[in-house]
């Protein structure tokens, strides 16, 4: 089940409109099969000569406030099903649309709720139409309904089984792979030391700038003393940066981090997001790498509809920006039908399997990303190169897969 909301001017051209051959001329039979206009005869007001009078009786409540009437009073829902099942009966979905008003414009056991009425024209479809006014004078909060509308939708999808069911594992769910981890640090010597890494690490901190070295103090790569705190702290700095874009954990010293990363910063979250999204390494993780931004009451994608919603009311408030207002309408409209496209994808994500042979070659392959142009050597680095012997990375295989040149994202 899929809702989508929309707004409308005037009542009466609406229903003329459902009431015709559409766009597309792929409307017939239209008839109302349910509703609650508080009284109205609706159930005698079902042809296309009687529309008027079904359009005055939905209006009443809205012809009462006068000049306090909203420009768009008229709530129009649109409910569709899965075309891969059957579709529904008239009075099947006539307690779908009854379901849908009842979380939204007309709650159940509220004597002063919107009015509203069920009209079908299509095969698996209903159009719920509701005036925003109320019995008692008052306006209807529209704010949370898109929210609502998805969650009702999803449980009677649930209750008329037209989602997948999850199948039961038959194997063992493998364990997830824990990151290296890389450690830069500034010693009491003055020299800054990085231990840990694979092969890959190690190439990305000689083409930083660090040297190996293999002493009595064990394997690691340094910085010379003699490079001054600031050039060792740019130079470390880049490295970690570059060991993060290639999927590395990376415990860089304080003192040595001249870019900390803001984590208020809300472009900062949603990169953090994207980053665990191209690292997902199956689909369980890769789900939930995504519900920060589908999750349908928290979600980054919720908020930002709602915010486009609010923004086209507080656009209303003025009276010379009506268009303006509507183009975030449609926007946050969009947001809506978008989240109903990706209901259930949860749910079919988590059986999505990655083959664990292409875990390594997804690591390599992560250094020549869009983030590959990191490669690029510090100013820092290239200054302290001339009285330092360092190898260069061009000695260096590349990994297998294709390399993409792009600018580098910061955050």
């Given at each position: 089940?899929?809702?989508?909301?929309?707004?409308?001017?005037?009542?009466?051209?609406?229903?003329?409109?459902?009431?015709?051959?559409?766009?597309?001329?792929?409307?017939?039979?239209?008839?109302?099969?349910?509703?609650?206009?508080?009284?109205?005869?609706?159930?005698?007001?079902?042809?296309?000569?009687?529309?008027?009078?079904?359009?005055?009786?939905?209006?009443?409540?809205v012809?009462?406030?006068?000049?306090?009437?909203?420009?768009?009073?008229?709530?129009?829902?649109?409910?569709?099903?899965?075309?891969?099942?059957?579709?529904?009966?008239?009075?099947?979905?006539a307690?779908?649309?009854?379901?849908?008003?009842?979380?939204?414009?007309?709650?159940?056991?509220?004597?002063?709720?919107?009015?509203?009425?069920?009209?079908?024209?299509?095969?698996?479809?209903?159009?719920?139409?509701?005036?925003?006014?109320?019995?008692?004078?008052?306006?209807?909060?529209?704010?949370?309904?898109?929210?609502?509308?998805?969650?009702?939708c999803?449980?009677?999808?649930?209750?008329?089984?037209?989602?997948?069911?999850?199948?039961?594992?038959?194997?063992?769910?493998?364990?997830?792979?824990?990151?290296?981890?890389?450690?830069?640090?500034a010693?009491?010597?003055?020299?800054v030391?990085?231990?840990?890494?694979?092969?890959?690490?190690?190439?990305?901190?000689?083409h930083?700038?660090?040297?190996?070295?293999?002493?009595?103090?064990?394997?690691r790569?340094?910085?010379?003393?003699?490079?001054?705190?600031?050039?060792?702290?740019?130079?470390?700095?880049?490295?970690?940066?570059?060991?993060?874009?290639?999927?590395?954990?990376?415990?860089?010293?304080?003192?040595?981090?001249?870019?900390?990363?803001?984590?208020?910063?809300?472009?900062?979250?949603?990169?953090?997001?994207?980053?665990?999204?191209?690292?997902?390494?199956?689909?369980?993780?890769?789900?939930?790498?995504?519900?920060?931004?589908?999750?349908?009451?928290?979600?980054?994608?919720?908020?930002?509809?709602?915010?486009?919603?609010?923004?086209?009311?507080?656009?209303?408030?003025?009276?010379?920006?009506?268009?303006?207002?509507?183009?975030?309408?449609?926007?946050?409209?969009?947001?809506?039908?978008?989240?109903?496209?990706?209901?259930?994808?949860?749910?079919?994500?988590?059986?999505?399997?990655?083959?664990?042979?292409?875990h390594?070659?997804?690591?390599?392959?992560?250094?020549?990303?869009?983030?590959?142009?990191?490669?690029?050597?510090?100013?820092?680095?290239?200054?302290?190169?001339?009285?330092?012997?360092?190898?260069?990375?061009?000695?260096?295989?590349?990994?297998a897969?294709?390399?993409?040149?792009?600018?580098?994202?910061?955050?």
């Amino acid at each position: 089940m899929i809702a989508h909301l929309q707004r409308a001017s005037n009542t009466a051209g609406l229903l003329a409109y459902l009431y015709g051959p559409g766009e597309r001329g792929d409307q017939s039979n239209p008839r109302v099969v349910g509703g609650d206009c508080h009284g109205a005869p609706i159930g005698l007001l079902t042809h296309a000569d009687t529309l008027p009078y079904l359009s005055h009786a939905l209006d009443a409540p809205v012809e009462r406030l006068g000049t306090r009437a909203p420009e768009r009073p008229v709530w129009v829902c649109s409910v569709r099903s899965d075309p891969r099942q059957r579709d529904l009966s008239d009075a099947q979905w006539a307690k779908v649309a009854r379901r849908v008003a009842a979380v939204t414009v007309a709650p159940g056991g509220d004597p002063d709720a919107c009015r509203w009425i069920a009209l079908r024209n299509q095969p698996r479809q209903v159009h719920v139409v509701a005036t925003l006014a109320r019995e008692d004078g008052r306006l209807h909060n529209a704010y949370r309904d898109a929210f609502r509308l998805q969650t009702e939708c999803r449980r009677i999808a649930a209750e008329l089984g037209h989602l997948p069911t999850t199948p039961q594992p038959t194997t063992p769910v493998p364990e997830k792979s824990m990151p290296i981890t890389v450690t830069i640090a500034a010693e009491p010597s003055g020299s800054v030391v990085a231990r840990g890494g694979d092969s890959l690490a190690k190439s990305l901190l000689n083409h930083a700038g660090f040297a190996y070295a293999n002493d009595w103090h064990g394997p690691r790569h340094r910085l010379p003393t003699s490079m001054g705190r600031e050039q060792q702290a740019a130079v470390a700095s880049h490295a970690a940066q570059m060991l993060r874009a290639a999927r590395y954990a990376v415990d860089l010293d304080p003192a040595l981090d001249t870019a900390p990363a803001d984590p208020q910063s809300l472009g900062g979250q949603i990169l953090a997001i994207i980053d665990r999204i191209r690292g997902a390494q199956s689909g369980a993780e890769l789900a939930g790498a995504l519900d920060p931004l589908l999750h349908g009451e928290y979600g980054v994608v919720e908020r930002v509809r709602e915010a486009l919603e609010a923004a086209g009311e507080q656009i209303n408030l003025d009276d010379e920006a009506h268009q303006l207002a509507d183009r975030f309408g449609f926007a946050s409209e969009f947001i809506t039908a978008a989240q109903g496209e990706l209901l259930g994808a949860d749910e079919e994500l988590r059986r999505i399997a990655v083959p664990a042979h292409e875990h390594a070659a997804a690591r390599s392959a992560a250094v020549y990303d869009a983030r590959s142009a990191a490669l690029a050597t510090s100013p820092a680095a290239a200054q302290a190169s001339a009285g330092n012997s360092i190898p260069s990375v061009s000695a260096v295989a590349p990994p297998a897969g294709p390399v993409r040149d792009s600018a580098p994202r910061t955050r």
